[in-house]
């Protein structure tokens, strides 16, 4: 048996060792994810495929369905609670045929964020009680979570479009879902908010059929809706956590935290104490936006206390910068987040047309967040292009994107920029200056007014560029994406030309396309699982 099988692994070697046998095969596999697959179980087979140039096209989607419970038109809305019989779950057509064409497509497939959302909309509140079980499964399957297309998903939303104590039955639901990739789910706290009789199956292992689950994000998406109603509902939420207390590495995070929650600070610290005393980690997001900002509010004037003492559970923050003070408060805020890992700063910059430096004269390393050991991703956002035509606009606009970029710390890996000017060798040279270990750069820029300014990120390894394809990129790059739009001029008359692509094309010989001129350029087959997951959470969005 063993002959058998070093007879079997040297004809496919020969075979593969003939390029016009290789090219066939390689013809009639769809996608990359399923070359990869081959590749898994045939390692030899990697050196065959790695200087051998394929190409495949892109279909990518954003999987979101909705799902509309209601009666049916024969029901009597004055007769008795309707039973499974008088209930009708609405198709979404859009969805479906979404679905249908993924299900078909010669080319590679793309969850939009690797997510699927599920939006559900029940117009009844109640329903017989002995047809429940029966209504949860009817639920499972219209969610149609093992549909083939979604198999590779590692991530669930769901949504509701407003309160009506109906929440339980997605707790409820998970008892009969499956899916071996998911990782994290996410639902808002409407879930554990309806009358306490409505949970008798909370009580099951609500999680056994999501082996690799290790996050559950809560969300607060409706302005009547707060995280404090868990404090309401304590038992609720306190078998829910037990439950999930039994995965392996388990997390909750909450996501959408304001800067106003700071007042309720101790009702948060109560909910937190319930979620660790089961071992399971907490992470909080928030937005420490001020909408009084004038600091003119207690939470505003005492930067050290805000959010004391569950600051330790930050690990991602969002703040809108109008001018200079507000980026300083902000950040003042910000250092005191010792375990902050996620960051994104927007910029309207109201005043861009004046002269942004304080009085005191602080300079680019004065202050910041280079104490932040755990911060790595790190997004720039700027809400409007600047008047490039302008040099005394661009000079101050230089003047503030170094002063930022200078109080980052040394250890971010993953930097976003939305609307900044050219990325020339200077810029290029300064961010390194102060961020020198970036391995994915996520850039929309006006141009790249020098073609190897890139060079200057010595540890990139992923590059996604928005309104142009650079011209060259970094040896030690291994994965590059970009969206051309072709009605974009470069300023210094760079036009874009197929030629651009077609040289990148011989260095990163797999590339993937589509209908709206976005590319996808990388080498190595066996690492495709990885790029794909990068570009789904960063391109594709």
């Known amino acids: 048996m063993k002959m058998d099988n070093i007879d079997e692994k040297d004809i496919l070697f020969e075979l593969f060792n003939i390029n016009l046998v290789r090219k066939t095969i390689i013809n009639h596999i769809p996608s990359f994810s399923d070359i990869n697959n081959l590749v898994d179980v045939c390692k030899f087979m990697n050196r065959d495929f790695e200087k051998e140039k394929i190409e495949r096209n892109i279909f990518s989607y954003g999987d979101c369905q909705n799902i509309r419970i209601t009666c049916g038109d024969e029901y009597d809305e004055d007769s008795d609670v309707p039973g499974l019989s008088n209930i009708e779950f609405r198709e979404d057509i859009l969805s479906e045929d979404l679905l249908n064409i993924s299900r078909t497509f010669f080319g590679e497939t793309l969850h939009d964020g690797n997510c699927v959302s599920y939006f559900i909309d029940p117009s009844i509140k109640e329903w017989k009680e002995e047809d429940h079980v029966a209504f949860v499964k009817k639920l499972v399957e219209e969610l149609n979570l093992k549909c083939k297309t979604r198999k590779d998903i590692n991530t669930l939303e769901f949504q509701f479009g407003f309160r009506n104590n109906v929440g339980y039955i997605i707790i409820d639901a998970?008892?009969?879902?499956?899916?071996?990739?998911?990782?994290?789910?996410?639902?808002?706290?409407?879930?554990?908010?309806?009358?306490?009789?409505?949970?008798?199956?909370?009580?099951?292992?609500?999680?056994?059929?999501?082996?690799?689950?290790?996050?559950?994000s809560l969300t607060c998406p409706l302005p009547q809706c707060n995280y404090y109603d868990l404090t309401q509902h304590r038992d609720i939420f306190e078998r829910f956590v037990q439950q999930f207390a039994t995965i392996k590495n388990p997390t909750i995070f909450f996501k959408s935290l304001k800067h106003n929650d700071a007042m309720f600070v101790n009702n948060l610290n109560e909910i937190i104490n319930i979620i660790t005393r089961y071992n399971v980690k907490v992470k909080l997001g928030i937005n420490i936006d001020c909408p009084r900002f004038g600091e003119q509010c207690q939470n505003c004037t005492d930067t050290m206390g805000f959010f004391s003492p569950i600051k330790e559970y930050i690990t991602t923050a969002y703040s809108t910068v109008r001018y200079h003070k507000h980026l300083l408060h902000s950040i003042r805020i910000l250092e005191t987040f010792k375990n902050l890992s996620e960051l994104h700063l927007r910029f309207t910059l109201d005043d861009i047309n004046f002269n942004f430096l304080a009085s005191d004269g602080q300079k680019p390393g004065d202050l910041g967040l280079k104490e932040l050991n755990s911060l790595k991703n790190v997004k720039l956002e700027y809400s409007r292009n600047l008047n490039d035509h302008d040099s005394d606009v661009l000079n101050l606009f230089y003047q503030f994107f170094e002063f930022t970029c200078s109080m980052m710390p040394r250890n971010v890996e993953i930097l976003q920029l939305e609307h900044v000017p050219d990325m020339d060798d200077a810029t290029a040279r300064m961010i390194t200056k102060y961020m020198p270990n970036i391995k994915l750069l996520k850039i929309q820029c006006l141009s790249y007014k020098e073609s190897d300014g890139l060079d200057n990120f010595a540890q990139l390894e992923c590059l996604i560029s928005y309104d142009y394809c650079p011209i060259t990129v970094p040896k030690t790059l291994k994965i590059l994406a970009f969206e051309h739009k072709k009605y974009a001029v470069r300023r210094d008359d760079l036009i874009f030309t197929d030629s651009v692509i077609k040289s990148h094309f011989e260095e990163f010989t797999?590339?993937?396309?589509?209908?709206?001129?976005?590319?996808?350029?990388?080498?190595?087959?066996?690492e495709w699982k990885l790029y794909k997951y990068v570009i789904q959470k960063y391109f594709y969005l």
Do not use: A, Q
């Open 174 to 216: 998970l008892s009969y879902m499956e899916h071996d990739n998911i990782t994290r789910i996410s639902f808002p706290v409407d879930c554990f908010t309806c009358p306490s009789n409505k949970y008798n199956m909370i009580n099951g292992n609500i999680f056994r059929g999501f082996p690799n689950l290790s996050d559950l």
């Open 510 to 526: 797999k590339r993937i396309s589509d209908n709206k001129n976005r590319f996808i350029l990388f080498k190595d087959i066996c």
